[in-house]
């Protein structure tokens, strides 16, 4: 599982090249938690995201306020294109960036992480 518990840092993807035809489709899964709250927040979502070549694509945002931790526990990375795609998901931590995983994607495959 991996944990945003600070409002500058979010997860991100990224693919290594161009692709040929058809971008790759991101779906995370996640949930909020508020540990100090006496009711405790626990309101899931999934965020849907396209990638965009080279460019990093925020796939899931930071959370809103200090103290919430957003729990993410799957990331699906689709690749709908006709040729093998490398993504890599990394964090984002106020621009420091922390890779999670690289990885080659064949046409029609996933990676589920």
């Given at each position: 599982m991996i944990y945003l518990?600070?409002?500058?840092?979010?997860l991100?993807?990224?693919?290594?090249?161009?692709?040929?035809?058809?971008q790759p489709v991101v779906s995370v899964f996640f949930?909020?938690?508020?540990?100090?709250?006496?009711?405790t927040l626990n309101r899931g979502g999934t965020?849907?995201?396209?990638?965009?070549g080279?460019?990093?694509v925020t796939?899931?945002?930071a959370p809103a306020l200090q103290g919430i931790i957003r729990n993410i526990h799957t990331i699906f990375i689709n690749n709908r294109d006709s040729a093998t795609?490398?993504?890599?998901?990394?964090?984002?931590?106020?621009?420091?960036?922390?890779?999670?995983?690289?990885q080659s994607i064949a046409t029609g495959?996933?990676?589920v992480y």
């Open positions: 518990d600070n409002p500058n840092r979010a991100e993807a990224v693919l290594a090249g161009a692709v040929a035809a058809t949930y909020d938690h508020t540990p100090q709250a006496t009711t965020q849907v995201s396209t990638l965009n080279i460019t990093d796939i899931l945002g795609v490398t993504v890599t998901v990394k964090m984002d931590d106020s621009g420091t960036e922390t890779i999670h995983v690289r495959e996933s990676l």
